[in-house]
């Protein structure tokens, strides 16, 4: 059984139809990634997943029927979004918004081992703890939203466009860390328009365009795959 399970989700604006019926899933350990252009569905899909908006169809999480959930409780049972354009709270010091990620839990003790965590995976965040967080760099705000992701202790991290309006340095260390988060033992769900650099970390990958999913492989086949290199790698 898959760690996450979604059938035929379908999500209108209106009248609109914004998911067509998406069938997809994600093993424990992987990452995978979904590419596809501007408005094809990505936050949508994601945004859905955790209940922040109304769909039909099925998700199940850890073999759990997720789709009546409220998003605290999908929290509390291990799966968290880093939402796009990071949203942290920029009137709010570095260390606050960290633990804002954890203030449902109750084990102080382990949130302290965490936030210890957070600081070694990331020493700019550590450096800069009583800062506002409105002061960092967009680079830095986006380390900043995934730390707050991590606090809640995720064993799912759905990750939504992290390299968005990032310079092609940052860019890259952004995936880094993706990776080593993955490699420390979250599972992660990457929605990405760079889709060279999301293929090159994942394990798997879908492609999704007008909200459905026209093709799904290993990655790395992916990456070669004549019609995805076309439309998503620059030919
Ligand atoms: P982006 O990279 O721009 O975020 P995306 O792949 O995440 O794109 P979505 O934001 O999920 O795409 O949008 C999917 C479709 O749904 C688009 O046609 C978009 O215009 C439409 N849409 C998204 N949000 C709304 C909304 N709140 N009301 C109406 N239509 C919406």
Request: net charge positive.
């Amino acid at each position: 059984m898959a760690m996450l399970e979604v059938k035929n989700l379908e999500v209108y604006y209106g009248k609109i139809k914004a998911l067509h019926g998406l069938t997809l899933s994600v093993e424990e350990g992987e990452i995978v990634s979904l590419i596809g252009a501007n408005g094809a569905g990505k936050t949508t899909l994601l945004t859905s997943i955790m209940k922040q908006i109304p769909s039909v169809g099925s998700i199940s999480f850890m073999g759990q029927d997720i789709s009546k959930m409220a998003t605290m409780d999908i929290v509390n049972l291990g799966m968290t979004m880093v939402p796009e354009g990071r949203r942290v709270f920029v009137r709010t010091s570095v260390e606050d918004n960290l633990l804002l990620g954890s203030y449902s839990r109750k084990d102080k003790a382990e949130v302290k081992k965490d936030l210890q965590m957070v600081y070694d995976m990331f020493p700019r965040l550590l450096e800069r703890r009583k800062q506002l967080a409105g002061t960092l760099s967009g680079g830095e705000q986006q380390m900043l939203a995934m730390g707050r992701a991590l606090m809640s202790r995720p064993k799912l991290l759905l990750l939504d466009e992290p390299s968005m309006g990032l310079s092609p340095k940052l860019v890259g260390q952004v995936f880094d860390t993706i990776k080593q988060i993955n490699q420390a033992g979250t599972t992660i769900l990457l929605v990405e328009q760079n889709a060279n650099q999301a293929l090159k970390i994942a394990k798997r990958g879908y492609v999704i365009e007008t909200g459905e999913i026209m093709l799904s492989d290993d990655a790395n086949k992916l990456l070669n795959d004549p019609k995805v290199k076309e439309a998503y790698l620059g030919g």
